[in-house]
């Protein structure tokens, strides 16, 4: 027989409670409600293992809470509300969720600073939190140390979402597998929602089913997306009949062919478009500093130096979907700043080339640089041949040494452009779908190309398939399951893709 379920709801509040100064005095908040930090002066945990955050300051401070759940269940804190003022002008705050003990080690449940590039406040929404385990609270002045009004609210629950997320691994400009930590406990199935809309509401898009098991993670795989487009998803647990909350949204960026430009400027594209591991800075006449976009007014991205020890930060471009000697030149502007009176100490860092996003795949360093310059924008120019055809990824390695005085590098204006005529490049954007296929192998031909006959050759080199005409798919049913070629020939051109008949 299956447990009767029972979901607790906390009260409404609204409190002026102000936080307490140190973690052994934190404020315990017992209610859902509004609650008043006052000026943020109280003893930040320097030095102490497992923080969300560094530091970044000379003299840190923070403000402390504490919540203690009666049972198992959800937890939203935030600064974005309406007590708060938003934007870029109004309140910048800076929050951390941690668990352990006064004096450390901590755990960082998890932490946020910008709710977006256009919003500096800060919310964690939905963190699945235990019965009896103390959670703490911490907004520290990374930024300012502004009073401010944020929100809790706790919800009892027994069905979580997955609590942590990986980057989804792009297959080709048309498919992806997601990754995430398994629920605990384990559900039936997750639930996974995504859409190209980034405006499209949790459980109004595409909905497919991705297994839960005995796996430390859990993935699903999305093909037939628009090639080369950006999308959101979420992900909820599925424990039949009782369902988590929406985890997300999370974002998506399909690798692109070339040429490819980005300045940080397209709101529809969350500005970053695949960017990631730099900070988004929202440069106005009135920002600390005024007008530092490439340009004056505008967005960009930046990293910084550490007065502590060397840097070793590493930021990526999206995906780019790249052909066996095809010749790509990089470019990009950056610039360095050091608050006053402060004078900017030198940044290094290089530009990298990989097949993933990660230190480990990003063996190849295409260039060094060291910016020495806070006058103006400086551009750097590289270029790179990839040896077989595939997908690759572009990275800045910040590998600043450890300086005397905090320096931020600015970046913006990335550009790639490649050898290749724009006719190899339509040809080399044209994509299979779904891939592994059951039945029918669609054929994504977004540039109109004249395409005049399709082939399909097994491991062994033998034709299996040969349909002549201005196709966009093709039956494979009748195919044994294996690996297979497919040889899209159009007037401008032809290219071979490998696809699994399941």
Request: proline share 5%.
């Given at each position: 027989?299956?447990?009767?379920?029972?979901?607790?709801?906390?009260?409404?509040?609204?409190?002026?409670?102000?936080?307490?100064?140190?973690?052994?005095?934190?404020l315990?908040?017992?209610?859902?409600?509004?609650?008043?930090?006052?000026?943020?002066?109280g003893t930040?945990?320097?030095?102490?293992?497992?923080?969300?955050y560094?530091?970044?300051?000379?003299?840190p401070?923070?403000?402390?809470?504490?919540?203690?759940?009666?049972?198992?269940?959800?937890?939203?804190?935030?600064?974005?509300?309406?007590?708060?003022?938003?934007?870029?002008t109004?309140?910048?705050?800076?929050?951390?969720?941690?668990?352990?003990?006064?004096?450390?080690?901590?755990?960082?449940?998890?932490?946020?600073?910008?709710v977006?590039?256009?919003?500096?406040?800060?919310?964690?929404?939905?963190?699945?939190?235990?019965?009896?385990?103390?959670?703490?609270?911490?907004?520290?002045?990374?930024?300012?140390?502004?009073?401010?009004?944020?929100?809790?609210?706790?919800?009892?629950?027994?069905?979580f979402?997955?609590?942590?997320?990986?980057?989804?691994?792009?297959?080709?400009?048309?498919?992806?597998?997601?990754?995430?930590?398994?629920?605990?406990?384990?559900?039936?199935?997750?639930?996974?929602?995504?859409?190209?809309?980034?405006?499209?509401?949790?459980?109004?898009?595409?909905?497919?089913?991705?297994?839960?098991?005995?796996?430390?993670?859990?993935?699903?795989s999305?093909?037939?997306?628009?090639?080369?487009?950006?999308?959101?998803?979420y992900?909820?647990?599925?424990?039949?009949?009782?369902?988590?909350?929406w985890?997300?949204?999370?974002y998506?960026?399909?690798?692109?062919?070339?040429?490819?430009?980005?300045?940080f400027?397209?709101?529809?594209?969350?500005?970053?478009?695949?960017?990631?591991?730099?900070?988004?800075?929202?440069?106005?006449?009135?920002?600390?500093p005024?007008n530092?976009?490439?340009?004056?007014?505008?967005?960009?991205?930046?990293?910084?130096?550490?007065?502590?020890?060397?840097?070793?930060?590493?930021?990526?471009?999206?995906?780019?979907?790249?052909?066996?000697?095809?010749?790509?030149?990089?470019?990009?502007?950056?610039r360095?700043?050091?608050?006053?009176?402060?004078?900017?100490?030198?940044?290094?860092?290089?530009?990298?080339?990989?097949?993933?996003?990660?230190?480990?795949d990003?063996?190849?360093?295409?260039?060094s640089?060291?910016?020495?310059?806070?006058?103006?924008?400086?551009?750097?120019?590289a270029?790179?041949?990839?040896?077989?055809?595939?997908?690759?990824?572009?990275?800045?390695?910040?590998?600043?040494?450890?300086?005397?005085?905090?320096?931020?590098?600015?970046?913006?204006?990335?550009?790639?452009?490649?050898?290749?005529?724009?006719?190899?490049n339509?040809?080399?954007?044209?994509?299979i779908?779904?891939?592994?296929?059951?039945?029918?192998?669609?054929?994504?031909?977004?540039n109109?190309?004249?395409?005049?006959?399709?082939?399909?050759?097994?491991?062994?080199?033998?034709?299996?398939?040969?349909?002549?005409?201005?196709?966009?798919?093709?039956?494979?049913?009748?195919?044994?399951?294996?690996?297979?070629?497919?040889?899209?020939?159009?007037?401008?051109?032809?290219?071979?893709?490998?696809?699994?008949?399941?």
């Amino acid at each position: 027989m299956k447990k009767t379920l029972l979901f607790i709801n906390l009260l409404f509040i609204a409190v002026s409670g102000f936080a307490q100064g140190t973690c052994a005095t934190s404020l315990n908040i017992t209610a859902n409600g509004d609650y008043v930090t006052g000026t943020v002066n109280g003893t930040h945990p320097t030095g102490q293992s497992g923080l969300c955050y560094g530091t970044n300051s000379a003299s840190p401070n923070a403000n402390w809470y504490t919540f203690t759940p009666p049972t198992n269940g959800i937890l939203t804190v935030t600064s974005a509300i309406a007590a708060t003022p938003g934007g870029t002008t109004g309140r910048d705050t800076r929050l951390s969720i941690l668990t352990g003990a006064c004096g450390g080690p901590w755990t960082c449940v998890d932490g946020n600073d910008d709710v977006s590039a256009s919003d500096y406040r800060s919310a964690l929404v939905d963190v699945p939190v235990t019965s009896g385990t103390t959670y703490y609270i911490v907004w520290d002045d990374r930024w300012e140390n502004t009073s401010f009004t944020f929100n809790l609210t706790f919800t009892g629950a027994s069905c979580f979402a997955p609590p942590l997320f990986y980057l989804p691994d792009y297959l080709s400009t048309s498919s992806v597998d997601l990754f995430w930590n398994q629920s605990a406990p384990v559900p039936t199935t997750y639930d996974v929602d995504w859409s190209t809309n980034f405006a499209t509401p949790a459980g109004s898009g595409t909905i497919v089913s991705g297994p839960a098991g005995a796996l430390a993670y859990s993935t699903a795989s999305i093909s037939g997306i628009t090639p080369s487009s950006n999308f959101r998803y979420y992900v909820r647990a599925n424990c039949n009949p009782e369902l988590s909350a929406w985890a997300g949204p999370f974002y998506g960026y399909l690798p692109v062919t070339l040429p490819y430009s980005n300045g940080f400027e397209d709101a529809s594209k969350n500005y970053t478009d695949g960017f990631i591991n730099f900070s988004l800075f929202s440069s106005t006449g009135t920002s600390n500093p005024a007008n530092y976009a490439d340009g004056g007014v505008g967005v960009c991205m930046y990293t910084f130096n550490s007065t502590t020890a060397a840097s070793d930060i590493r930021a990526y471009f999206r995906g780019m979907n790249l052909v066996a000697g095809e010749q790509v030149t990089v470019e990009f502007k950056t610039r360095l700043f050091a608050f006053a009176p402060d004078i900017a100490e030198p940044i290094s860092f290089n530009l990298t080339v990989g097949t993933g996003q990660g230190a480990a795949d990003q063996s190849t360093i295409v260039q060094s640089y060291t910016n020495t310059s806070d006058a103006a924008y400086t551009t750097h120019s590289a270029t790179f041949t990839a040896p077989t055809s595939g997908i690759y990824y572009f990275g800045i390695h910040n590998n600043t040494p450890q300086a005397a005085t905090e320096t931020f590098l600015f970046l913006d204006s990335i550009s790639l452009t490649t050898n290749l005529s724009s006719t190899d490049n339509q040809i080399s954007s044209l994509e299979i779908y779904p891939n592994p296929t059951t039945s029918v192998l669609n054929i994504s031909n977004n540039n109109n190309l004249d395409i005049k006959n399709i082939s399909v050759v097994d491991v062994n080199g033998r034709t299996v398939k040969n349909q002549a005409g201005s196709l966009t798919q093709i039956n494979v049913s009748d195919l044994n399951a294996g690996v297979y070629f497919v040889t899209i020939e159009a007037a401008e051109g032809k290219t071979t893709k490998k696809f699994i008949k399941q």
